[in-house]
């Protein structure tokens, strides 16, 4: 079975500049999140999908990031413009169900390690 | 509101000898608690999980975690460390939402196995 999917791996850009990540979770999962992981921090929560709906997007930053799952399935995350503090590896998961119950398991993909200059 | 306290950040420890790592956490509802791990320029992996039962859960790689609810305890406890278990781990919470999951990560903890 073929895992969470990311691209790009890593990305240098400079301030000011824009820059969009793609996640493709595993075949048949409702649920994907976007996590922002901090050198040294836990991942954060950016935003919850749940099919192609917004189900938790409490801890994105709205006026930079923006975020989408095209019909269910992969999603792109946008930083525009980006700062400096966005320097971080972001975490695309999904997950089965999804449904409230808080039993399932995450899957996780390798991550965007981004660099702002 | 959740929250999940890891109060160690580097855990050293020799190779082949026992190692524990603390998570404590705190939330007004039951919850439900996990361990990953998360390798050099790796994504997580799940390692155990708490759901209901019994309180003690063996997961993957020799690791178990123990639930202790008057404690909001959830440790992660390996008998003998190997060089490869060298990583993150992170302790997470669930709380089941109206409709969906809310989890919450921990800061992590660096176990180093020293040879």
């Known amino acids: 079975e073929a895992g969470v999917a990311q691209s790009p791996r890593y990305k240098i850009i400079e301030k000011r500049q824009s820059v969009a990540f793609w996640c493709n979770p595993i075949?048949?999962?409702?649920?994907l999140y976007w996590y922002q992981q901090i050198l040294g921090q836990g991942p954060k929560l950016l935003i919850q999908f749940q099919n192609n709906g917004v189900v938790d997007d409490s801890q994105l930053p709205k006026d930079r990031f923006s975020a989408e799952r095209l019909k269910g399935v992969d999603s792109t995350l946008k930083i525009q413009p980006a700062k400096l503090e966005d320097s971080a590896v972001y975490l695309c998961?999904?997950?089965?169900?999804?449904?409230?119950?808080?039993?399932?398991?995450?899957?996780f993909g390798p991550g965007t390690r981004l660099t702002v200059l | 509101a959740q929250s999940v306290t890891q109060l160690d950040s580097q855990v050293p420890v020799f190779e082949e000898a026992p190692v524990e790592l603390r998570c404590n956490y705190s939330s007004s509802v039951s919850v439900y608690l996990f361990w990953y791990v998360q390798y050099p320029n790796q994504g997580l992996q799940l390692l155990l999980k708490y759901l209901s039962g019994s309180t003690l859960v063996k997961g993957i790689n020799g690791f178990e975690a123990e639930f202790n609810k008057s404690q909001t305890s959830f440790h992660l406890r390996k008998p003998s460390v190997h060089i490869s278990d060298t990583a993150e781990y992170f302790c997470a919470v669930s709380e089941p939402l109206k409709g969906y999951q809310k989890v919450t990560f921990g800061t992590g903890t660096k176990l180093q196995v020293i040879p």
């Open positions: 075949s048949g999962h409702a649920t």
């Open positions: 998961a999904s997950s089965l169900v999804g449904t409230g119950a808080g039993t399932d398991t995450q899957y």
